[in-house]
């Protein structure tokens, strides 16, 4: 995998988005691969000029590039609202890649947010720009990066190094299991698993994640029963293969 990217790629484009974008997307076509298969090659789409969007032509699975100087953190700004959810609740929301460079263009880290844990509660509704703007009314979105469990973030590329991509499709494929959960119930259980991970324990008890109840309620406040759906939840990750149960409401992380 290099690490620089090739400035000669931006000859003849003179507006640093364009620049950023055609440097960006080169090095991506010529360093990505498939997290979701063992393909080796991911083709931009065609379609869509204004996301930089790839698929993998052997399993389908889509990916959404981003470029950052600096790594969000807690927020990452996105586009149009109504379209993200769209795809969310079409299930073909993109496995984001988010792309970090310095000023000289060296790639320092790529890190895949595995699209599963892209759910409604995660998604926010930024405010419709001013009737002056050139586009009043449109509705952008953030994605809430501190909502989404650490488990979503995998690593390809971290501080200039990259990791092995046997490494990186098993961190990615271990979470295709929740495909099979339905949205609504995904975004429940997604929650659940970012719960019982902050508690930083292999183990731990059902009294330990009630505990956690008001951060439950935060983002479904209209669910008055909140602890009868989280038992329900960290079934729903035994059945998956998450964790295990081990007698008198204590639960044991297996992954
Ligand atoms: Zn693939």
């Not at 496995?95 to 310095?102: A, G």
């Not at 880290?109 to 995660?122: C, D, K, M, N, R």
């Not at 439950?216 to 295990?244: H, S, T």
Request: charged content about 25%; glycine content about 4%.
């Amino acid at each position: 995998m290099q690490f620089e990217c090739d400035i000669s790629a931006a000859h003849g484009y003179t507006s640093l988005p364009q620049r950023a974008r055609v440097l960006s997307e080169k090095w991506f076509q010529d360093n990505s691969y498939c997290l979701s298969c063992d393909s080796d090659r991911l083709l931009r789409t065609a379609s869509n000029t204004k996301a930089s969007d790839f698929v993998c032509q052997t399993c389908n699975e889509n990916y959404e590039l981003k470029t950052f100087r600096t790594m969000p953190v807690r927020t990452l700004v996105d586009g149009a609202y109504a379209a993200l959810m769209s795809r969310i609740k079409s299930e073909s929301a993109p496995t984001l890649m988010l792309l970090e460079r310095n000023d000289d263009w060296q790639i320092q880290g790529l890190t895949a947010i595995h699209h599963l844990f892209l759910t409604p509660s995660v998604i926010g509704k930024r405010k419709p720009l001013s009737p002056t703007a050139r586009r009043a009314g449109w509705v952008g979105c953030n994605i809430r990066l501190d909502l989404i469990a650490q488990d979503a973030q995998i690593y390809v590329v971290h501080k200039r190094i990259a990791n092995s991509p046997k490494i990186v499709r098993e961190s990615f494929q271990r979470f295709n299991r929740l495909k099979n959960i339905e949205l609504n119930s995904r975004g429940w259980a997604t929650l659940t698993l970012r719960i019982v991970r902050s508690l930083n324990q292999q183990t731990f008890s059902i009294n330990e994640v009630y505990a956690k109840e008001y951060e439950f309620a935060a983002l479904y406040p209209e669910n008055n029963n909140i602890r009868a759906k989280v038992r329900q939840q960290l079934q729903v990750l035994r059945d998956l293969g998450f964790l295990e149960f081990s007698g008198r409401g204590s639960y044991k992380l297996l992954i």
